[in-house]
């Protein structure tokens, strides 16, 4: 069951980390250097089907959530629906926000976004995992085959799931037509960053900054 004390402060981690993380994918997209690798399969996906990304993303997460009801529902609670019904949408209006704001971008102003993007990311998914709300349907993929299936710690799991997302939406992304050119735009240096990396850095985000957040 999910610890129900201190209520206020874990409702607010929850969406605090929800909607920064469907801000951080806005970012990760404004700087095309490859996004996180569940928003490359989701790009992959997006390519191929043609409805709004909002609601392909429903769709998909609640695939998901099927997957997490059958194996552990211990991570499926208010966070996960915000995530489910909401992340697409937010990342899909801050995108247009940010494009009106910075149409054409330097690269420069791209690598800046890419740092910002990476941070802001594994900051909120510390903060609504840490927060015991429940987690993204993707995120749970990971954590129940950790906990559940103890086939090895959450970072080493989440690498591997990361990597099968890459490779899939990249698939995917050709498949639909996609030009090999623009691979780097979904599946680029900021996508094997993060693959590598977002493991660990949530973990090091949940040690200094949401486990002392939710007990001080």
Known sequence: MF???????????????VLTGG????????????????????????????????????????????????????????????NLFLLGYITQFTYDFIQ??????????????????????????????????????????????SNTWKKGQFKYIRIVTDLVCVVVGSVLFLLAGGNIKDIPTIAGIGTIITAFFMGPLIEFF??????PLLNK
């Open 23 to 82: 801000i951080s994918v806005a970012i990760f997209k404004t700087a095309a250097f490859g996004v996180d690798p569940f928003q490359t399969f989701m790009a992959g996906l997006d390519s191929m089907i043609p409805i709004s990304f909002g609601t392909l993303y429903v769709i998909t997460n609640a695939v998901l959530l099927l997957f997490a009801l059958i194996f552990d529902r211990h991570y499926i609670n208010l966070a996960t629906f915000i």
């Open 3 to 17: 610890n129900i004390e201190k209520p206020k402060r874990r409702i607010a981690m929850s969406v605090l980390g």
């Open 100 to 145: 009106n704001i910075l149409p054409n971008p330097s690269v420069i102003t791209r690598a800046i976004c890419l740092v910002i993007g990476i941070v802001i990311l594994c900051i909120g998914s510390a903060l609504y995992m840490t927060a015991d709300l429940g987690v993204s349907t993707y995120d749970s993929v990971a954590l129940i085959i």
């Open 206 to 211: 949940n040690e200094k900054i949401a486990r």
